[in-house]
């Protein structure tokens, strides 16, 4: 008769033990510490907007097309990858850039479609050095309308010099952009930034 | 000893009422609490996606409308498309549209849709001077009407050719227009009506030039391209230009047919001008999972 009671104290005390510890496990993993672990979605809502507003300031003071037309990275047709160096600046956009995200990494993607191939393909180019995120990041994007008039910079000597030709005047192959329209519009760009 | 096992089975019985209350507050914080938070993120996500979306297609809509007609025809971006272009324009917005959605659902679930309202777009003519003399006409007539519905005007100055000390040099319509006053001492105001100082400069700090941009009644006044303050038309007022003595610069001003335009056309002070569609209607529809927001969008004249 003891031993059938210390088999049913022994059962009550292991279901007993099995609910304490699984209530101690969820009642540990409700409490949330992504506020103090600088993690989860309400920490890249600062950064994200921050970009936001860096890339529509960059617009805004006409500094992505100069930029984006300053040619001479992969085989010399695509944006040279020093765009984006500082110390000392080389474009107005790398100086934006790194004036209103210094405490922050960043990668520069562009994305646009070639439409000189059967079907259009999306192309996707980086510019400078590709970064790795070391932590949780945002993704923004902006779409800049380049137009055949649009003018053409040249890479030389860590700057960006104006050259007299146009979008419009360069050969299909210098350029990444393929000319899609008979309009004024010559191609649409996405600028992708990945902060973090 | 019976008097012990009882103690420890009771105090062990109420270790696991403890713990059974526990996970089930766990349970029902979880089920009502969470699930509120993460919703109401996404939606202001969603809000704030939706408001960068409508500025940026805004924006690449009004470069798109500036460069449409006139880069070929009048040899700069101007604000207008000719009158004979109009579903040409609409092609190409819907194109634009379809090349934006493409491009965006790259890295996102948006989907664009913005077409253009050739009906609920408003015509007239555009004014401007570019020309190799730059200097502004001198109370050129028949004057144009401004009002708070004109849809743009800009004035790019260089500040040095403002030069009179004694007296204000350079108005749009005296006293009740905007003037570039040139202070003795070498300061430099921007005045709005008789006495509302817009911007000022002193002598050591004075911009190359000074942009003056009014869109629908509202708008600012930079120096060499950075705001400080800005400018509100109330009244109509008819454009002229009151004693602009040596100052140098460009102008566009566009009107619509309801203002005094067709005697203005031909007039030789205020150099070419170009009729067509002055301020354009576009219907914007933006969809992502979360919410559909559709909204009429007029370039110059703000959403309705």
């Known amino acids: 008769m003891s031993g059938d009671r210390g088999q049913a104290y022994t059962l009550e005390g292991v279901i007993g033990a099995i609910v304490i510890a699984s209530a101690l496990v969820l009642g540990i993993q409700a409490v949330n510490i992504e506020p103090w672990t600088d993690d989860g979605p309400e920490q890249g809502d600062e950064l994200r907007a921050q970009v936001t507003d ?30 984006l160096a500082t110390s000392p600046d080389v474009t107005r956009l790398s100086a934006i850039l790194n004036d209103t995200l210094d405490d922050a990494s960043y990668t520069v993607y562009l994305n646009y479609k070639n439409t000189s191939v059967s079907p259009p393909v999306f192309n996707q180019t980086v510019i ?69 | 000893m019976v008097k012990n096992d009882d103690r420890s089975q009771l105090i062990l ?90 491009l965006s659902t790259l890295s996102g679930t948006g989907v664009l849709d913005v077409t253009y309202d050739d009906s609920a777009s408003i015509s007239g003519a555009v004014f401007r001077q570019n020309g190799s003399g730059n200097e502004f006409p001198n109370s050129a007539s028949p004057p144009i009407d401004v009002d ?70 509202t708008g600012e006044v930079r120096g060499d391209g950075t705001a400080c303050g800005e400018i509100e038309i109330d009244d109509t007022t008819p454009i002229t230009f009151e004693n602009p003595g040596d ?31 002055v301020d354009p209607m576009f219907d914007f529809t933006y969809e992502d999972p979360s919410l559909r927001f559709s909204v009429d969008i007029r370039l110059f004249g703000g959403n309705s």
């Open chain 1, 54 to 83: 860096t890339l529509e300031i960059a617009q805004d003071q006409n500094a992505l097309k100069p930029a984006l037309l300053c040619l001479g990275g992969t085989d010399q047709s695509t944006p040279h990858p020093n765009i």
């Open chain 1, 128 to 196: 400078g050095q590709e970064g790795e995120s070391t932590g949780s990041s945002v993704v923004v994007t902006r779409q800049i309308i380049m137009l055949d008039s649009d003018p053409v910079y040249d890479y030389n000597n860590r700057n960006c010099q104006r050259t007299d030709e146009e979008l419009q005047d360069l050969p299909i192959d210098s350029v990444y952009l393929t000319d899609n329209s008979k309009s004024e519009t010559y191609a649409i760009v996405q600028m992708r930034v990945v902060a973090w």
């Open chain 2, 13 to 102: 019985i109420a270790a696991i009422l403890i713990a059974t209350t526990i996970l089930g507050s766990v349970i029902l914080l979880n089920t009502l609490h969470s699930d509120a938070d993460i919703t109401a993120h996404k939606d202001s996500q969603s809000v704030k996606q939706t408001e960068r979306v409508t500025s940026e297609v805004t924006d690449n809509l009004r470069t798109l409308f500036f460069a449409f007609d006139s880069v070929s025809e009048a040899g700069e971006p101007l604000p207008y498309i000719s009158n004979s272009n109009p579903s040409l324009f609409e092609e190409n917005v819907t194109k634009y549209s379809r090349n934006y959605t493409e």
């Open chain 2, 148 to 217: 708070a519905s004109t849809p743009y005007m800009y004035f790019n100055i260089s500040a040095s050719s403002v030069t009179d000390s004694s007296s204000v040099d350079f108005e749009v319509e005296q006293g009740s227009g905007i003037a570039l006053d040139k202070k003795s001492g070498g300061a430099l105001e921007v005045t709005e009506g008789s006495s509302n100082i817009i911007c000022q400069w002193g002598p050591s700090d004075l911009p190359d030039t000074i942009q003056i941009e009014v869109t629908n009644g």
């Open chain 2, 247 to 277: 100052a140098t610069g460009q102008y566009i001003i566009s009107v619509d047919s309801t203002n005094s335009v067709g005697a203005s056309i031909n007039d030789p002070d205020y150099r070419a001008a170009f009729t067509g569609i």
